[in-house]
């Protein structure tokens, strides 16, 4: 006798499943985010189902020193700087979801990988739900030039069509453009529901891990910037994404928030063209127009992944005209600004209660690194008081609530690339200080010793 599917309900932010529904998730405390879900019924393993695993036996706890290790052989996408975020290339059998905002240039950068990889590994299949055949040839004909003969296209949403088709074409890499467009007819509820997301993501999984496939998902994004669609699918993929960057500016940023294949500390730099992405090997060159000092502007870096990222802190300081005066931060946290300027009034003695303060971390770089409190510091004082440092200098450290500075990671290496880059010093917190016969390291232990040392250096 078939089994009736049931009803439960899930919070689409945290995944949560209640058997009623209520106005708030008990959970994460988010407010209307609970919908109703149908679960297909499941049948019950046959016992020799159950024996199949572990060498034909049941099921059984196994020592873990007694497990075998798999050797993942990667394979590269073609683009470094992906290959870069992803730990060293693709790994087979794995999964990755890719976001970015629609524009953004994510169909551009996977069409780039997938036409390498198929001139190179063999076939690959790219699964359009949003465009034709001949919308994904154009693009193709302008980023790949000479496209691939074991390069497919195939423009459909419906899951279980693409599984039969990967199992005719068989192919090694597999992208699906994108998540949002794809339904199952096991599942009754439209494209893009959570039900038709959870059910398609987990076909998806289940053919990639039984046939050592890679699958790319491209992932819509929401308006606060947030991946769309259920949190588990985040969950129960292997690697997540984020491919981000200003519109009126062509620098992409590639960032990995997870992948049980490697760190999450990398990310990788392009640059959008009319030919497609171009990798960006030297990021903080393109960042960084001139090491020349100027009024309000100072130089930080922050260590990523391998290797340091320097970057321009620009802030304004004004006189506020009428009403309350404004703060505004483009790239780093707005509470962090809040902090720094709190700072600066009690331990550095600036009153900036009736001036608008803007920061800006020029090229479009969002930081969110603790480490570039102090550079962000000492540009307000610069602007406020209409002061440079007479040398051309770095400013790396965090700026902690008594005024003091805590030490950062990776503190010599970004020292390094300073000298390298021709700097003629470094204020970094006390504890950072190591000696350096290529360029001047000045240590500081608060901010007003920081501010004393950037307007006097010799």
Excluded at 77 to 94: A, F, H, Q
């Amino acid at each position: 006798m078939a089994k009736k599917s049931k009803t439960v309900f899930m919070c689409t932010e945290c995944g949560n499943e209640y058997t009623a529904w209520q106005g708030q998730c008990s959970y994460c405390g988010a407010w209307n985010t609970i919908v109703e879900h149908k679960v297909a019924p499941t049948e019950e393993p046959a016992a020799s189902d159950t024996r199949r695993r572990l060498g034909g036996s049941a099921a059984r706890p196994v020592k873990l020193g007694s497990v075998g290790t798999h050797d993942y052989s990667r394979i590269s996408s073609g683009l470094s700087e992906l290959d870069r975020v992803l730990g060293g290339g693709i790994v087979p059998g794995s999964l990755t979801l890719i976001s970015g905002e629609p524009g953004i240039g994510k169909s551009t950068l996977i069409a780039q990988a997938a036409g390498r990889i198929a001139g190179k590994y063999g076939n690959v299949l790219y699964v359009s739900g949003e465009e034709s055949e001949e919308q994904v040839k154009l693009r193709a004909d302008r980023v790949l030039g000479e496209i691939s003969d074991s390069l497919y296209i195939y423009p459909e949403t419906n899951i279980e069509n693409i599984m039969a088709a990967c199992e005719e074409i068989k192919p090694c890499f597999l992208i699906i453009d994108s998540i949002q467009t794809m339904f199952s007819a096991s599942a009754d509820s439209v494209a893009g529901s959570l039900t038709q997301i959870r059910e398609c993501s987990g076909q998806l999984i289940r053919y990639a891990k039984n046939n050592d496939v890679p699958v790319f998902i491209v992932a819509h994004v929401t308006k606060s910037g947030d991946l769309a669609g259920p949190k588990t699918m985040e969950h129960m993929v292997d690697t997540v994404l984020s491919f981000s960057g200003e519109r009126d500016r062509d620098l992409r940023i590639v960032r990995s928030f997870k992948n049980r294949f490697g760190t999450t500390d990398e990310i990788g730099a392009f640059r959008m063209t009319a030919d497609g992405m171009i990798e960006v090997p030297d990021l903080s060159g393109s960042l960084i127009e001139s090491i020349g000092s100027e009024e309000g502007s100072v130089v930080s870096a922050v260590y990523e992944g391998s290797r340091p990222v320097f970057f321009e802190i620009q802030a304004l300081v004004t006189k506020a005209n009428v009403g309350f005066a404004r703060r505004t931060a483009i790239g780093i946290s707005q509470n962090r600004l809040n902090m720094i300027l709190a700072v600066l009034d009690k331990k550095a003695g600036l009153n900036l209660l009736d001036y608008d303060v803007y920061v800006n971390v020029v090229g479009g770089m969002n930081t969110g690194s603790t480490s570039t409190d102090l550079a962000v510091a000492l540009a307000i004082y610069s602007s406020f008081r209409g002061k440079t440092s007479p040398r051309k200098l770095v400013a790396v450290g965090e700026v902690g609530l008594t005024g003091h500075l805590r030490s950062v990671p990776n503190a010599e290496k970004i020292v390094q690339e300073a000298a390298r880059l021709g700097y003629d010093a470094v204020i970094l917190p006390e504890r950072n200080v190591r000696k350096n016969e290529d360029i001047r390291v000045i240590g500081a232990s608060n901010i007003s010793d920081a501010i004393r040392a950037f307007v006097s250096i010799e």
